[in-house]
């Protein structure tokens, strides 16, 4: 009776694997008639929109809550992701430039927005990846922006002073750092390479567990992996990924300081978007000179109840002392109270810019 019960368990599995099949391909087929329906357009970036795909994976989300015994939101986000991915690609996949090389967290926040059914191109700066999508040589692009415990990434935020490159999204990744090393035990590590960003996040864990290791600042953590797997007295601080392109083991992991270490990622285009239902605004925007500058700039925000969720200073470089903000807000460029306070602003500011607005990260992504 068990047996049979087994086999009856496992036919139910290959027809629900049947079904799933024949859906997938639907969706494959209607993914193309949209593609048929918008004609011929430019390139990849006019068929893959971040907007649509927010309320898409939204909706997932909101669908996922009606059964509390399947899978988790972070799995059935993955789930859908790499669906969608698959569909787009059906004719030539969407080329993605991130701050590389491959292995990177920045590589894994493509995979995390796009699935893998991507071209993903490995760039050397974050200035490369500006310049790849300005170009057209690439669809969008991946670099980082800010991490929660070390901070902003300042030369991502210098690059909009001169460029016309647009947000088209956010990606948050929860980073989880470990030490990789072909060695055995602790004590036979007497140096350790990492990103030194990477080495700041792992501060006190490298001071109690490593105190006489040499800490070696490098240019990624992809690239201290790649040093290191050839050594026998080294290891590198880098996440899964690059533990799994690099062949090194992982001897310790989630090593990080804070447990809620998470780094955030702007994704780049070339257009602004329309509006998603749930958005945020970031605007670059200097002020004239004068007593109250900074208050009559973010005044508009406040008397139209506009929430501002982050300010960054950072110099102009047009004169000394001269500096720049970058502005977070809830909501879309077109929403009547977030363009009210913009236009108001304009009468108050020398310099309004408008980078972006995008939909705001997903919750239930989650790093492994």
């Keep these: 009776m068990a047996d049979k019960s087994l086999e009856d368990i496992r036919r139910s599995i290959d027809e629900v694997d049947t079904q799933i099949q024949t859906l997938i391909n639907q969706r494959a087929k209607w993914a193309m008639k949209v593609r048929e329906a918008k004609g011929e357009l430019g390139d990849g970036s006019d068929y893959y929109r ?17 059964d509390s015994d399947g899978l988790s939101d972070a799995v059935m986000l993955r789930v859908f ?22 292995g990177t967290f920045t590589q894994q926040a493509v995979y995390r927005q796009f699935g893998h059914s991507v071209s993903a191109i490995a760039e050397p700066s974050i200035e490369d990846v500006f310049v790849q999508i300005g170009s ?23 690059m909009f002073l001169h460029s016309e490159i647009k947000i088209a999204a956010e990606v948050e990744l929860r980073i989880h750092q470990h030490l ?47 040093r290191v797997r050839q050594m026998d007295d080294a290891a590198a601080i880098a996440g899964r990924h690059a533990s799994e392109v690099y062949g090194l083991p992982i001897l310790f992991g989630n090593i990080e300081d804070h447990v809620d270490n998470t780094t955030r990622f702007l994704v780049l285009g070339r257009n602004l978007l329309p509006a998603s239902g749930d958005d945020k605004t970031t605007v670059l ?19 139209h109840n506009v929430n501002m969720s982050r300010i960054e200073s950072r110099p102009s470089r047009q004169g000394r002392w ?18 009210a306070a913009l ?16 939909p705001r990260a997903i919750e239930g992504g989650g790093d492994k």
């Design 50 to 66: 971040p907007d649509r795909e927010a309320q898409v994976l939204r909706a997932v989300v909101e669908r996922n809550k009606a």
């Design 322 to 339: 001269d500096y720049v903000f970058f502005i977070d807000l809830d909501g879309h460029y077109e929403d009547p109270a977030l363009a």
């Design 136 to 158: 057209g040589e690439v669809d969008f692009g991946v670099v980082p922006v800010e991490n929660s415990t070390q901070g902003i990434v300042s030369h991502t935020l210098d």
């Design 81 to 102: 992701r790499e669906i969608m991915s698959a569909c787009l690609a059906q004719q030539e996949p969407l080329r993605v430039a991130y701050l590389g090389p491959e």
């Design 180 to 226: 990789l090393t072909q060695v055995k035990s602790l004590g036979q590590v007497q140096r350790v390479y990492a990103h030194q960003q990477s080495l700041a996040q792992c501060k006190h864990w490298l001071a109690s567990n490593l105190p006489d290791a040499e800490l070696i600042a490098v240019s990624s953590n992809a690239e201290a992996a790649r």
């Design 285 to 303: 925007i200097a002020g004239n000179d004068g007593p109250g500058a900074l208050f009559k700039m973010l005044e508009p925000f406040s008397k």
């Design 343 to 358: 236009s108001a602003l304009g009468s108050e500011a020398r310099l309004v810019k408008i980078l972006g607005s995008y």
